[in-house]
């Protein structure tokens, strides 16, 4: 399966899951999933239960957040 990739446009919110350094198209990407959705139920105040996103960028700032936490 390949998705599309849709730019959209959506009031601020909080990106809550699992961090993963890889490249684009890398077979660690679905694994991530895999481990991802049985895991979702965990988050609280899902303002969207339904709906999940892959987020994808040069991520100094996550690297530093995650970190902190």
């Given at each position: 399966m390949t998705a599309q990739s849709q730019l959209i446009?959506?009031?601020a919110f909080t990106v809550v899951g699992l961090l993963l350094h890889t490249q684009p198209m890398s077979?660690?990407?679905p694994?991530?999933?895999d481990r991802f959705v049985p895991r979702k139920g965990e988050i609280q105040?899902?303002?969207e239960p339904h709906v999940?996103?892959?987020l994808m960028g040069r991520c100094s700032k996550f690297r530093a957040l995650?970190?902190?936490l």
């Open positions: 446009t959506k009031p077979p660690e990407i694994v991530l999933w105040h899902q303002s999940s996103y892959g995650w970190r902190s």
